[in-house]
């Protein structure tokens, strides 16, 4: 299954972590925001967690903390600066929607 892209199965977050970004003086990551795709959804069992990679090699180097209403939300990015994980804690909005997709997908 070809990893698929954040705008088409969590829309909604990426804008609120855009808007997000760009409140914590992070608005050069925008574009590689909308570009994400989830390569793979953590598996640490957390019921809290939905965090998932955006690379298929995840180093993280260095992160960005949002500011969320709800939950917590982490960019972590590479010494490159490039995203390769995204940290989503306390956020079963996000948590449903990735396992509504995955589901679906695998049949
Ligand atoms: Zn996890």
Redesign the pocket.
Known sequence: MPAPLISDVLPDLLEEMVYLARQAGADPLEGQLRALKIES??????EN???FATAPVVKVANFVELQSMEGQLIIDLNAENEICFI?V?GRPDVKYLLEEYYESASG
């Open positions: 959804v953590c598996d640490c069992g957390d967690c939905a965090s940290e804690l």
